[in-house]
């Protein structure tokens, strides 16, 4: 159900127990149905010994299902791994909340032991051990660094280029409740319980017994709903005091190979897990940048994500491509929101060490705010460029991988003309496509790709300089007015000072006539060949322009024959299927004939033969 979930809803996941309750999608009347179930399930699990065998037979149960299977469909076998997933993750949270914390600290092994012993990966060690290491407080203490240790022989760890233990284990350790508090989602459910205790003082349809009994009820979680803020609030002033002492030593110097293998064995790993992790990763990146970690290239690390990311929808199911998705949008929503304010990027990104050449801190130069914007553009153009060939794929996988992908990037991408005209014409003929999910998939983002065209931006306005008309979209005479006009200044200027210097050589500052005159003349020769000149380079580029327009043309034909091809090709195919059909069905039915025909012959001779012992025959 996390997979529909609004961005509100997973941010109060990351809050305490009652704010996760009041922002669930189950009302209060279904919450008190189910408790007193609830409760029994947990206690059976418990008395049972079965929190542990069942959580580990659905882990390995989830890794086994994509190579333990006769069927060979993509979409079948995705579907079984995210509904393994999906139970897994509901499992461990009931466990985990309705659990006391000492019990399940008690009923869960170390880490090294659930991946020694139980074979498992390592996002699911950290998510059943999470809990155990905030209770024993191991990133507070410093013992994280002990645990990835132990855990180092028997997972793929990461090469150490630059990352250290310290960073591997605090950020597999935390959770968003660590890193981030939901202030505004706390302020809702304080809203609604406040409008419940009103709703309730004003209600004459129960007795004074009941009102009295439901206003206490919602007094009391509204002081539990303030004591969880501010429990989370203390938290988390400790994690980031905590991160502040140790954060000299996450990295160990700057290197490109190092922050790409953070990358491939930290956050894009814990990105695909759940959305609310997703979420995480993005805040841990946000954590890093703000907080100016020595050796953390911020722009470097959001390149990386962009080039790579794409390339990982053909191997994702389609839950992990919406998780991926929306790890991207809160990513690339960072990245505007530093290019569409100036006041921004000078409090946050002018002075950190994140925005210097070398991401160290005796490093003289950060990256200005029109370099930077230059670097956005690039990303969106780089993401296109990213997803276009999956959306030309034939396989079915891919094609709905990467438009729910797209769907969960919402308005931050395609934001500029050049990147939303490329991915419009391949979305559009997708609507046509014989496959249903394909369809609805493709209508949907289509819709978006409408809505959005109102708010788009050239390639000049996006990285900040003054809205400009594409010269290539004009026709060839206002073209050439327009580059008269633009180069007419240099020209006059250029004329004069030649003529200035040519009165000068002649009569030691010539007369203001002669100077006219050889002004108006040089300017005449210079804008005839200046003209000529132009409309040689327009004529040279509307040949271009043609050219380039017969070999897309030609591409396109190309295409649609290979299209063409193919089609037939399935047609024929098809057809051999019916017809092999239609000689089995032959055969079948001759079969069934000669069955027949066969007893038809032993009925005869049978009744022949009961005719010649009948009695009286020989009478």
Excluded at 21 to 45: G, I, N, P, W, Y
Excluded at 62 to 68: E, N, V
Excluded at 206 to 235: H, M, N, P, Y
Aim: hydrophobic share 35%.
């Amino acid at each position: 159900a996390m997979e529909d979930a609004t961005h509100a809803q997973l941010y109060a996941r990351g809050g305490g127990p009652l704010l996760r309750l009041e922002s669930s999608f189950v009302s209060s009347l279904e919450r008190k149905a189910m408790r007193k179930s609830a409760t029994k399930l947990q206690e059976t699990l418990i008395q049972k010994d079965m929190v542990l065998p069942l959580t580990v037979l659905v882990a390995q149960q989830r890794a086994s299902c994509l190579y333990d299977t006769e069927s060979s469909h993509l979409k079948l076998i995705g579907e079984l791994y995210d509904r393994c997933h999906e139970v897994l993750l509901q499992l461990v949270e009931f466990c985990q909340s309705q659990t006391d914390r000492v019990i399940y600290s008690k009923l869960m092994p170390r880490p090294v032991e659930l991946v020694r012993d139980f074979r498992l990966p390592v996002d699911v060690v950290f998510f059943l051990s999470r809990p155990v290491l905030r209770a024993t407080n191991a990133v507070l203490d410093g013992r994280i660094v002990d645990v990835v240790e132990a855990l180092a022989p028997h997972i793929r760890a990461p090469h150490w280029i630059s990352m250290t233990p310290k960073l591997y284990g605090t950020f597999w350790a935390m959770s968003l409740y660590d890193i981030h508090v939901p202030h505004t989602e706390y302020d809702a459910a304080e809203r609604k319980l406040n409008n419940e205790l009103a709703a309730a003082s004003a209600s004459r349809a129960e007795s004074d017994s009941r009102r009295r009994k439901e206003r206490d009820r919602i007094e009391e979680a509204l002081k539990r709903l303030a004591k969880e803020r501010t429990d989370q609030e203390e938290a988390h002033k400790r994690i980031l005091a905590k991160i502040r002492d140790d954060i000299s030593s996450f990295l160990t110097k700057h290197s490109p190979d190092g922050l790409l293998d953070f990358v491939n064995t930290c956050i894009l790993p814990r990105a695909v897990f759940s959305q609310v992790d997703a979420l995480y990763c993005a805040h841990f990146i946000e954590i890093l940048h703000r907080e100016s970690t020595p050796h953390f290239s911020t722009p470097y690390c959001i390149n990386t994500l962009v080039r790579h990311t794409p390339s990982l929808l053909a191997g994702c199911t389609n839950a992990e491509a919406s998780r991926l998705g929306n790890f991207m949008h809160r990513i690339l929503s960072i990245a505007l929101r530093w290019r569409s304010s100036k006041s921004a990027y000078t409090e946050e990104c002018q002075g950190s060490v994140g925005f210097r050449r070398d991401a160290s801190p005796s490093a003289p130069r950060g990256i200005g705010l029109e370099a930077y914007r230059k670097i956005t553009f690039k990303w969106l153009v780089v993401l296109a460029h990213g997803v276009l060939p999956f959306l030309r794929s034939n396989e079915h996988m891919e094609i709905r991988n990467v438009l729910v992908f797209m769907t969960q990037l919402g308005d931050t991408f395609p934001l500029v003309h050049r990147a939303h005209s490329s991915v419009e014409a391949l979305v559009a003929k997708l609507k046509e496509d014989s496959r249903e999910d394909v369809r609805v998939l493709a209508s949907r983002y289509h819709a978006h790709l409408t809505k959005a065209k109102a708010t788009l931006l050239s390639d000049s306005e996006f990285q900040g300089a003054a809205p400009a008309p594409d010269p290539e979209s004009a026709p060839p005479a206002a073209r050439e007015a327009e580059e008269d006009a633009s180069a007419a200044p240099q020209r006059t200027k250029r004329s004069v000072s030649e003529a200035q210097e040519a009165g000068n050589a002649e009569n030691g500052g010539g007369s203001d006539r002669l100077a006219r005159e050889t002004h108006e003349r040089d300017r005449s020769r210079g804008s005839s060949r200046d003209r000529g000149h132009t409309r040689s380079a327009s004529r040279d580029r509307d040949r271009n322009r043609e050219g380039s327009r017969g070999a897309s043309v030609d591409r396109d034909r190309h295409r649609e024959r290979d299209h063409d091809r193919y089609r037939a090709r399935d047609r024929e195919r098809s057809r051999g299927r019916e017809r092999e059909r239609d000689r089995e069905r032959s055969r079948g039915r001759d079969r069934v004939d000669e069955h027949e025909r066969a007893d038809d012959a032993a009925r005869a001779r049978s009744k022949s033969r009961e005719e010649q012992h009948a009695p009286g025959r020989d009478t």
